[in-house]
């Protein structure tokens, strides 16, 4: 079973940063694109951030475009959210997720991690 595991997560002031790491096995990180999702009490998972297999292309959900930056170290199998400006609406579970295509559909992810709690005070 694939295991993905984020870290990082934490209470964080407004405005402040937050830097999320997802670690992998060696055969994701040589294969599939990844991403970031977050989740909302009550509400479905939403896209955040993906990266392609190869590194050269990012996308970023409108929430979050600016403010954050997605990369992944391969050599090093991890796969990283940088968050600046952080706002009291980023407070979510953040879940690190792998999949053949760096999708904005939660579908299109194969292999998910257990998420880590991010919470921005006022």
């Known amino acids: 079973q694939v295991q993905l595991e984020e870290s990082g997560g934490g209470l964080v002031q407004l405005g402040g940063s937050l830097r999320l790491s997802c670690t992998g096995p060696?055969?994701?990180?040589?294969?599939?694109?990844l991403a970031w999702f977050r989740q909302f009490p009550g509400e479905e998972r939403e896209f955040v951030s993906s990266?392609?297999?190869?590194?050269?292309?990012?996308y970023y959900a409108d929430s979050v475009k600016g403010r954050f930056t997605i990369s992944r170290d391969d050599p090093n199998y991890t796969l990283a959210l940088q968050m600046n400006g952080l706002k009291s609406e980023d407070t979510a579970v953040y879940y690190c997720?792998?999949?053949?295509?760096?999708?904005?559909?939660?579908?299109?992810?194969?292999?998910w991690g257990q998420g880590t709690q991010v919470t921005v005070s006022s």
């Open positions: 997720a792998a999949g053949i295509h760096p999708s904005v559909h939660r579908a299109s992810y194969d292999y």
């Open positions: 060696e055969r994701i990180f040589k294969n599939y694109a």
């Open positions: 990266i392609s297999w190869s590194g050269s292309d990012t």
